[in-house]
């Protein structure tokens, strides 16, 4: 297994979060993880290239020595205000999380090799040094059943559940919310 690394998605990391998805055609139909910012349209790399050189956009880019291999997306539900499955979501809401993880993707030639699970500890980390709190994330339960990798946008319940989320309520058929309480550094 190789030793993964994590590093927010900056100005400095974008080349190398570029190559990934330009490796993969764009991701999920040239989506450019700016789906869950704004809908998608024929510009995303642009805009997601502007976001990220704002600092508007938040990821943890995982590494295998240099090359990225994949990503956790997060950001404050105001910057990351689309998700599958809003109108329930929202019919059962409590209250906003400080954070939310909305989107993961691993290099097809890395999957089943912990690199989910390395970009949610990293969003953990960054989360506590940018001050912490309640982080929020809405991933698929795939027990006793297949599902194709290529549709698990969120990745599963398993690694979250692994890292100290607990699963708050059901979305949608098979989607959870779950919820970790971060502290700060």
Known sequence: MPQFTTKPLTPETWTAFAALV??????WGGCWCIAFHEKPGSENQE??????????????????????????????????????????YLSELEQLPDWRITCCFVDKDYRGQGVI???????????????????????????????SSSFLYNATVDPFERLGFERQRRIGMHHWVVVKRVLAK
């Open 22 to 27: 330009q490796k993969h055609n764009g991701v």
């Open 117 to 147: 699970t390395a970009g949610i500890q990293g969003v953990l980390e960054q989360v506590a040094e940018l001050g912490g709190g309640i982080v929020e994330s809405y991933p698929e339960d795939v027990s006793g059943r297949k599902t």
């Open 47 to 88: 805009k997601k290239h502007c976001l990220v050189m704002e600092g508007k956009a938040h990821a943890a880019l995982v590494f295998d020595g240099e090359a990225c291999v994949g990503w956790c997306q997060f950001g404050t539900p105001e910057e990351l205000p689309r998700i599958k499955h809003r109108k329930q």
